[in-house]
């Protein structure tokens, strides 16, 4: 039957009916059309990664699986347990946990909020003036994730957890690397320690002979004031670096979580390793540096964060019930004729509001902006650290090798010289100039021995190494010397 043979009072009816529904129709295509969708994400996360290494040789070795961690290459036990130790007891390390467990915390609260929630209340009210009443009720409310909101948040806290776990990790390669350059620069402090001393004792004993031969005529008082003032200024040179040794003590406990009494010491010299860092293609370094994979894990969230911002600008839909009762009469609160349900649903989409909801999408989307800005700059940033250290490697063995040969021409020169002055055949500012060069030498020497191991670090912690797999054995038979200053 059609709608004319019906009586004009259900024909008005279903003339309302209809319109409401082309309102509301026409409502949702206008609101459906104000909240069209945000661009989705357009980089990938190995944006213009090269094929290979600018200096990269082609016989250069590759990381093997399982390969053993960058620090277990020292062969140095004492250092693997300074790192263990730093790994329990550094505050800063301590701070970042914190942080992966706030972030953990984060995607229990935003998966809680997918549920429904389930309360009991209880009142007790008692007016001026009347009779007392108790009321119980047990409430359920559920908000239903129609368009996925709630969804993209709990995924939000997800990929920014995995973030706060790539900070993690990324801080401890970090201390272990600040661990093994502090501990190096232990060690050339105190072998430039020890060098001076040597170097100071020898002077001792020229200026006695000069002492010796200026009494007997053989020296002019010229040289025996230059040797005095040569001595002095040597001592001074030994206070002064004995202070540079108990700061770099101080260093190393401090990052270790001890008292900064400059009680640690070192017997170890600075090792001259023959191996190289094993090198990985600059594709496998951007997926596992640990800063890079908190970068990208980081834009990903702001995506996520971007479409929930769209989402909760769609209507959302609510179910909620309550039963209870109220009664005078606490023992017959809870009697059947005392209890009741109220069931009910609700639909709520924003009319006006200054425009909040559609500002929290745009924050959002530059946000995820700002996000993908930065993880370029990193991953750039990356490569320039791989090549910078390549780079440097070369250019410090190089400098090595070169100085290796000074330092044996200028050991033989200084002896020389001062043998031809007691033989009165040289100047006694020759076997100055002469001694000056060769310490210089020798310092040199000790300084590009910790460079090298120092470069060494930061290529392996640019090219995403991991220090982990520590030699079980080292571990086990290491005790770091403590001495009192």
Request: some cysteine; overall charge negative; hydrophobic content about 40%.
């Amino acid at each position: 039957m059609g709608c004319r043979a019906w009586p004009q009072p259900f024909r008005d009816r279903y003339k309302r009916i209809n319109s409401a529904r082309a309102i509301l129709g026409a409502a949702v295509v206008l609101f459906m059309a104000g909240c069209a969708a945000p661009e989705s994400l357009t980089i990938d996360q190995t944006t213009q990664v090269p094929e290979q290494w600018r200096a990269d040789q082609a016989d250069e070795p590759r990381e093997q699986a399982n390969a053993p961690g960058w620090l277990a290459g020292f062969n140095d036990a004492s250092l693997e347990a300074l790192v263990q130790e730093a790994m329990d007891n550094n505050p800063g390390l301590g701070a970042a946990r914190a942080r992966a467990e706030q972030a953990y915390q984060a995607v229990v609260i935003a998966g809680a909020d997918r549920y429904p929630g389930v309360g009991l209340s209880y009142d007790l009210s008692r007016p001026e003036s009347g009779t007392t009443s108790f009321s119980l009720a047990a409430g359920f409310s559920w908000d239903v994730d129609i368009w996925g909101e709630l969804s993209a948040r709990q995924r939000q806290a997800q990929l920014e957890y995995a973030s706060a776990e790539a900070d993690l990790k990324q801080s401890r390669e970090t201390l272990a690397a600040d661990i093994s350059r502090a501990w190096f620069r232990v060690q050339e402090t105190q072998l430039l320690l020890d060098l001076f001393r040597e170097r100071s004792d020898n002077l001792k004993s020229d200026l006695a002979v000069i002492e010796s031969g200026y009494r007997q005529g053989l020296y002019e008082a010229l040289d025996l004031y230059l040797a005095r003032n040569d001595l002095n200024a040597q001592l001074a040179t030994v206070s002064e670096q004995a202070l540079a040794l108990a700061e770099s003590q101080r260093e190393l406990e401090r990052l270790l979580g001890r008292y900064p009494a400059a009680a640690l010491s070192s017997e170890q010299s600075l090792p001259v390793l023959e191996t190289a860092v094993p090198l990985v293609l600059p594709s496998e370094m951007v997926v596992q540096r640990p800063d890079l994979q908190s970068s990208w894990l980081s834009l990903l969230a702001a995506d996520e964060g971007l479409a929930a911002a769209h989402r909760a600008r769609f209507p959302s839909f609510s179910l909620n019930a309550d039963y209870g009762g109220s009664s005078d009469d606490l023992s017959e609160l809870v009697s059947s004729g005392n209890l009741a349900w109220l069931l009910g649903a609700s639909l709520t989409q924003p009319l006006f509001d200054a425009g909040r909801l559609r500002a929290q999408q745009d924050q959002q989307q530059a946000r995820r902006q700002e996000l993908e800005f930065n993880y370029l700059s990193d991953l750039y940033s990356a490569f320039s650290e791989v090549e910078n250290a390549l780079d440097a490697r070369d250019a410090l063995a190089e400098r090595y090798r070169l100085y290796l040969s000074a330092e044996e021409n200028a050991l033989q020169a200084e002896q020389l010289a001062f043998e031809r002055y007691q033989r009165g055949l040289e100047e006694f500012t020759t076997v100055l100039e002469s001694q000056r060069r060769s310490l210089d030498a020798q310092t040199s020497v000790i300084q590009l021995r910790r460079s090298l191991l120092e470069n060494r670090v930061a290529l392996a912690v640019a090219l995403g190494g991991s220090f982990e797999n520590l030699s079980t054995e080292n571990l086990a038979n290491a005790e770091p010397e403590t001495t009192s200053q």
